[in-house]
């Protein structure tokens, strides 16, 4: 009589690369977290710190609606108010690509993408998101935090005095990370523990997110 085959559970584990190649690991079993260690072009970085400087509101959404025959997003009217600010292009260049590369990467139709100025922690306890996968970059100021798995216990994320303070995780302002959630299929109880970082009273962050929504 033979044994009955026990599938086991692949190893919970981040991976990290130096181009952009390595977001196609968040395609695999077990990996939740793909880290593209990049360095935001000069010329970009400048563009986000000046905006950051401003101390102009800036909290806009959109949903992109894709094709297979679009060339590339329509992202015009995206912090159109600083249009005329040197390296706008760029910056707008790069969104653009990194909205293409997503799509491309999920076979997406549609996407969220949302651009914010914030001066306070949006989200500043460790949490999940009830999404299949979202990306974060940071382009001007700190980066999102994370923890790797089993650092944590799950059942506390709402409690502040659980968090592990020595062991979280720094995404560096201008790297490219893709989270996976909860609703990614076979991630279910596995989705990045992540929060947003705390800023002193005269610091600033401007982050995108892009999200897969069909």
């Not at 800036?58 to 060339?71: K, P």
């Not at 293409?100 to 949006?122: E, H, P, Q, T, Y």
């Amino acid at each position: 009589m033979l044994a009955p085959v026990i599938q086991l559970r692949p190893v919970i584990r981040p991976a990290f690369g130096e181009t952009p190649l390595i977001l196609t690991d968040i395609l695999q079993d077990g990996v939740n977290l793909a880290l593209w260690q990049r360095q935001l072009p000069l010329h970009i970085a400048e563009f986000g710190a000046l905006l950051a400087s401003l101390n102009e509101p800036l909290a806009e959404s959109l949903v992109l609606e894709l094709d297979s025959e679009q060339a590339e997003p329509d992202l015009r009217g995206l912090a159109s108010g600083f249009s005329d600010l040197e390296g706008y292009e760029g910056f707008i260049a790069d969104v653009s690509w990194l909205v293409s590369a997503f799509a491309c990467l999920l076979g997406a139709k549609r996407i969220g993408v949302r651009l914010r100025l914030l001066d306070k922690a949006m989200c500043p306890r460790f949490h999940v998101d009830h999404v299949p996968v979202r990306l974060i970059t940071t382009y001007a100021g700190i980066g999102s935090q994370w923890l790797r798995e089993g650092v944590m216990d799950r059942r506390k994320l709402s409690q502040a005095d659980a968090e592990p303070e020595a062991r979280i995780e720094q995404i560096h302002c201008g790297e490219v990370a893709l989270l996976k959630g909860e609703k990614w299929h076979g991630n279910e109880g596995f989705g990045v523990i992540h929060r947003s970082p705390a800023l002193a009273a005269n610091q600033r962050r401007l982050i995108l997110t892009l999200d897969w929504l069909a």
